[in-house]
């Protein structure tokens, strides 16, 4: 999930304050982890405790996770309905098709080991707040994307997984570039997002392209670096620079992942 990080990390600087190209810090002072990063953490923190077995104790422990690694992080971007969740004393789905449910599932195209399951552990993940059927979609997308990507599939392969299954992707960034606008919707911002993937030539490059385009920046550039490092894999320098904006808490849990389900690219 660390590309996921890497992007959010990324993207955070320019959220509010959008750039409208490829040419920028990568990393300054003010990077640091959103609830994009933090979210992508408890769900792996979610798989580790209830592994991939059973469904409702999985549904479970993501609630859990969510919670109580989000406590810790109060001020870290939530939108308003996911504050409300997490800090719930009976959290429930809330019937939402907000791109967070497409930017914290990275860790089910790592931990499954097949398509199908990498689907059923999003769907489950997913489904505990974003249970609209564009909620759905957009964590469905990215999961599939991840996975194919990891497992040696073409961009051309990719492509047209998404707009046979889940997006028209009739567009280039360049197109869209000069008029986008926030969007946090999944509908409005995860085709965007696997577009920028699309259209890179590397993993820094598809970070880039994602923050280039403006928006919601640290999310787009979250789901576009899921996608990227299960395809480019990361430059262990940026990996590092991640990692120094995180916690001790939040550390521990990546590498407990990694060491659990180790990165690895076909």
């Known amino acids: 999930m660390m590309g996921a990080i890497i992007g959010d990390i990324v993207g955070s600087v320019y959220e509010f304050d ?15 982890p959103t609830d994009d990063s933090v979210m992508s953490v408890a769900v792996a923190a979610a798989l580790l405790k209830e592994g991939r077995e059973d469904d409702s104790r999985l ?7 969510m919670q109580e690694i989000g406590w810790h992080y109060p001020d870290c971007g939530y939108g308003n309905h996911f504050i409300h969740w997490i800090f719930s004393d009976d959290p429930q789905p809330y019937y939402s098709y907000g791109n967070g449910s497409a930017m914290r599932v990275s860790a089910c195209g790592w931990a499954a080991d097949s398509l199908e399951e ?33 497992n040696g599939c073409s961009k051309d392969e990719i492509r047209k997984m998404i707009e046979q299954k889940y997006y028209a992707l009739d567009f280039t960034l360049d197109d869209i570039r000069p008029d986008y606008d926030f969007d946090v919707t999944c509908q409005g911002s995860v085709p965007q997002a696997v577009e920028a993937f699309l ?12 923050v280039s385009i403006g928006g919601d920046s640290d999310t787009i550039a979250a789901i576009t670096g899921s996608i990227a490092e299960a395809f480019y894999g990361i430059p262990e320098e940026l990996r590092e620079q991640a990692l120094l904006r995180m916690d001790d808490r939040l550390r521990s849990i990546i590498m407990k992942f990694e060491e659990i389900y180790p990165v690895s690219y076909a």
């Open 18 to 32: 959008n750039i409208k190209t490829v040419d920028f810090p990568l990393f300054s002072e003010q990077s640091r």
């Open 59 to 65: 549904a479970a422990s993501a609630v859990a996770c």
């Open 118 to 150: 990498c689907l059923r552990l999003a769907r489950i993940v997913t489904a505990v707040s974003h249970d609209h059927p564009e909620g759905i979609r957009g964590a469905l997308a990215v999961t599939e994307a991840v996975w194919m990507a990891r």
């Open 199 to 210: 259209e890179s030539e590397g993993f820094e490059d598809a970070i880039r392209l994602a």
